[in-house]
């Protein structure tokens, strides 16, 4: 993965279902719910982005919220305004 910087950092599916995880705890969704869509968004992201050699991060949170916004747009808009905070 490429960062913003031009750092290069390995993907990580982990880091994708904290995310989901810390956005839906914030719109206070349920727990195990919360997990689903976590697991669901980062298996779907991996799984579209397997093929390639190097992915920037911006298209990887590009492809997460594309799937939050199928999942549960709550949580898709939670995570645009958390991304903006840490800015």
Same mark, same amino acid.
């Given at each position: 993965?490429?960062?913003?910087?031009?750092?290069?950092?390995? #993907?990580? =599916?982990?880091?994708?279902? =904290?995310? *989901?995880?810390?956005?839906?705890?914030? %719109?206070? &969704?349920?727990?195990?719910?919360?997990?689903?869509?976590?697991?669901? %968004?980062?298996?779907?992201?991996? /799984?579209? #982005? =397997?093929?390639?050699? /190097?992915?920037?991060?911006?298209?990887?949170?590009?492809? %997460? &919220?594309?799937? &939050?916004?199928?999942?549960?747009?709550?949580?898709?808009? /939670?995570? *645009?305004? #958390? =991304?903006? /905070? &840490?800015?």
């Amino acid at each position: 993965m490429i960062k913003r910087d031009n750092r290069k950092e390995d #993907f990580n =599916r982990d880091k994708i279902r =904290r995310s *989901v995880e810390n956005a839906a705890k914030r %719109v206070k &969704l349920d727990s195990s719910r919360s997990r689903d869509i976590a697991d669901r %968004v980062a298996k779907n992201v991996e /799984e579209h #982005f =397997r093929s390639r050699n /190097e992915i920037k991060a911006s298209d990887i949170r590009d492809r %997460v &919220l594309s799937e &939050l916004n199928r999942e549960e747009k709550r949580i898709a808009k /939670e995570f *645009v305004s #958390f =991304r903006k /905070e &840490l800015r």
